[in-house]
């Protein structure tokens, strides 16, 4: 069997696209033999599988807002002929997974044992396709620990699963990569010494796989509110606040000091109100911009802590987002002088929940309002309430807040700043950073993120970047694999897609796997974990003791399937049998904090610890011990207003 596959244009992220359909399609069938051309247009050839980007196929293109922005795949092959082609290079990518997918090739995980391919190519087969995005945001942001190759391995997976953005935060993320090279938390597994100047060397390697495949690239986010005053901030550590005089007159003053809040820069507000304070941040933006064209956007937040603004007299005068709002249209007037068009993205989290009141955003296309619900709860999706219902805001009472948790409540003051900005928007939320640690069959988790991605338009917003950690596969990559399903179709049926998920990674015993994953996630009533329930709860002791016993008798399905299947198919029911190992320490620890008996939770946590961390090495590329701790750590001083014995150095 023989194939003429031509690629239309030079672009790089063409150019990989097209080797990477030949690729594929040759180790489907190792005895393919491909003609390989490239030509400067289409023509109609229709001995020929035209991949790439031609005017003469824009006619064919699903209709877009911006096609540079936004993606849109067109696919008619038959037999091995046809077209392959995108609202821009990216979109090709992604047209070309698309098509191997209705091959049967799927990518079940990130990284190489989550590829499936089918046995042989279909002697006849015919794929059209004309569809277009739902949202044009679909972005992973890095949290977590992580190694270059974790991280390599997701932006791999984003355009195979039509995902189109990667979001890099700091300047150098070097905290994220500490965690995981000196496995500060893990005693089972040696660490490494990293410094700074290597993780700027991994980021340079990671940006030119970001910028191979063409995604959307976001940068920064924290640190604006320390570097451009001289001081570090590589993450969440405290310092020693030894700073100068000249320094600290432009930090907050809280409670009658300024200092660093908690020793943490990263946490530390600003005072405002101080012109020197908004020109030297909106000058470090510029530079920034200047020395890094790459960036499509860059994120300007302020500080990561809440409570902690300003009560200097001056800074009384205005709400924090009316200064940041001015800090923004600074930031503008020296991009659009410099000639700079690089995306500014702007955020409403914790303290700037609350809308501006005095000033506007002068130049809304320079922005993307990015809507961050960081206190909200996961138990109901954006869409599970009466948008008729009027719900009250809390009044702005500087340094008192209530955050809210319900989605109701959180949307409400997503609507306040919607009536004084019309522009460009994403949800910026935490599915996969700590909460799916409460639903450890990831399955009721992969509905809510299924259904919160289906629906934001309904709020008003286009797309997702999802604040997550990168090794979060294990039980299954359901829950990324129905963040990418939402945000492409947002008509998608979830518990379709889910069955064609399992059907994917475990093969005819697939349907089995599914019905116990979405059982434990039932068992474990993660809203328990979440604080809805009290510290008590005798419903949720009954069904604790049911995990141990329940995955004991699925444990031959999967012992089976092991033995019987081959291949990343059998990585899949492997990963569920090291899973399985969590649970019964993990049940065992519940029992204990619903019983209210808090010692004994804190001695049980420790065996549950034990057992993720002598785990992690045999599963890294899907599970992470640090901040499976982390999201524990949060349960217990969200319930219980206590921690563990141990802590995390």
Known sequence: MHLDIARVGSNQTIRFAYSELCRYLQLINPDLLIKECVLPEYVDDKAKLWVGISRELDALLPKVEKRELDDGIYIAVKNGTGVI??????SVLIAVYRFLKE??????RPGADGEMLPDALPEEYCVE????ASYRHRAVCIEGAVSCDHVKNIIDWIPKASMNGYYIQFRVPYTFFERWYRHIDNPYIEGED????????????????????????HTVGHGWTCEPFGIRGLGWDKVEDDLPGSIREKLALVNGKRELWGGVPLNTSLCYSNSEVRELMSNAVLEYCRENPQADYVHVWLADGSNNNCECEKCKEKMPSDYYVMILNEIDRKLTDAGIDTKIVFLMYLDL????????IKNPDRFLMMFAPITRSYTKCFTEFDENEKVERAPYVRNKLQLPARVEENVAYLRSWQEKFVGDSVDFDYHLMWDHVY????????EILH???????KIGLNGLISCQLQRVSLPTGLPMEMMASGLWNKNGVFQTEAKRYFADAFGDDGERAREYLSVLSELFMPQFMRGEMGTKSEE?????????GYVKSFLPVIEENIAKTCGNMRRSWEYLLAHSKLLAPYADMLISAASGEVDEMLERVNVLFDCARRMEWDVHNVFESYEFAVSIYRFFGRVFNVGPDETLP
């Open 103 to 108: 091959l049967g090739v799927s990518w079940v």
């Open 194 to 217: 990293v410094s700074y100047e290597d993780i700027a060397g991994i980021m340079q390697r990671l940006e030119e796989e970001i910028s191979l495949r063409g995604l959307m690239y």
């Open 85 to 90: 082609t995108g609202t821009n290079p990216r």
């Open 129 to 132: 396709i004309c569809e277009a």
């Open 451 to 457: 259904k919160d991605a289906c629906g934001l338009d």
């Open 439 to 446: 639903d450890p069959g990831y399955y009721k988790c992969a």
């Open 540 to 548: 949720a002791v009954q069904s604790y003791r049911k995990i141990d």
């Open 353 to 360: 929940l609350w809308v501006f009141e005095e000033t506007e």
